[in-house]
């Protein structure tokens, strides 16, 4: 898959800023076009990254390049490993201690798993949502505000928590009782709203899990409504059991299939309508999975 090779200053200063610690930089560094890696329009890219809980392979030597502003989809049956891509995108594979991670996962031009890597800093830039909506039993407007509070960034508060609720389509539904607890809210605008709390954290990643699979038709609906507005601003990786779902709202497939194999990676419309292999080709048309 080709991508074009153009990487903005912000986003190296993207990468800059989850290096804790006084990196000596020569692996970083190395990565300059000198003969190392090359600036490109993709923002999270993995290389032969191998994922083990304990002796059980979820990931077997997963290779991809996901582009910026784009939404990509990872499909595939159960148990094939998507959820775990995603998790290792932004450390929370961390959390797993039976989890050992073998390979390269690169959120620009940083190595996420390299020790100076703060995995806090990094799930700032790259926020995720849940299949369950799970806000805290705090009122709506405590839940987007949140994570600003806990950087101390409180200057401007309400007009950070009027963005991101705009941003995530729920600003209309709820702006005249922001005060009211979140567990109030329907499902699908609790997700909304969970999406809003990633928002106001400035991600340049929002990772999905699932996050329409809860609800009903018409919050789904609007989910995918959002998700594709959303890819306007931010890069989205969205795990979906929905084959329909990653059809209508994605820009690239990702298929795994069992044992935690990438089988393919392509743009939307040739896996669904062109793909390379048989096996994608028996998995989308219902033959199995
Ligand atoms: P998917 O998202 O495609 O359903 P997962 O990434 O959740 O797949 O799981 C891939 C494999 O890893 C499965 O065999 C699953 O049982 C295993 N697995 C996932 N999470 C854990 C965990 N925390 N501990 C042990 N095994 C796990």
């Not at 993995?46 to 390049?65: I, N, P, R």
């Not at 699932?210 to 890819?231: G, R, V, Y």
Request: include cysteine.
């Amino acid at each position: 898959m080709s991508q074009n090779n153009s990487s903005t200053t912000a986003e190296h200063r993207e990468s800059d800023q989850l290096i804790t610690t006084d990196p000596g930089r020569g692996g970083l560094d190395d990565r300059d076009g000198h003969g190392g890696r090359q600036p490109r329009e993709c923002v999270i890219e993995s290389k032969d990254l191998d994922v083990f809980y304990g002796d059980t392979q979820a990931l077997q030597s997963v290779s991809l390049e996901i582009p910026k502003n784009r939404v990509t989809a990872m499909i595939g049956p159960s148990g094939c490993g998507k959820s775990t891509f995603l998790r290792c995108i932004n450390r929370m594979n961390d959390l797993v201690d039976v989890a050992r991670i073998d390979g390269d996962l690169y959120f620009g031009e940083t190595n996420v798993y390299e020790s100076d890597v703060d995995p806090v800093a990094l799930r700032r830039r790259i926020g995720m949502v849940f299949q369950h909506p799970n806000p805290f039993p705090k009122s709506i407007y405590d839940n987007v505000a949140y994570g600003l509070r806990i950087q101390g960034k409180t200057e401007s508060l309400d007009e950070a928590v009027e963005r991101s609720l705009k941003r995530a389509a729920l600003w209309d539904e709820v702006k005249d009782q922001l005060d009211a607890s979140a567990l109030n809210l329907s499902g699908g605008q609790q997700q909304r709203l969970c999406i809003a709390r990633a928002i106001a954290a400035d991600p340049q990643v929002l990772l999905m899990d699932e996050p329409a699979s809860a609800l009903d038709p018409i919050a789904t609906s609007k989910i995918e409504d959002l998700i594709e507005e959303l890819a306007q601003d931010y890069t989205v990786v969205i795990v979906t059991h929905n084959m329909q779902q990653a059809a209508r709202i994605s820009d690239k497939t990702a298929v795994f299939l069992t044992g935690g194999e990438l089988v393919e990676f392509d743009d939307t419309n040739t896996i669904f309508e062109d793909p390379e292999h048989d096996r994608v080709e028996d998995y989308i048309t219902g033959k199995f999975g």
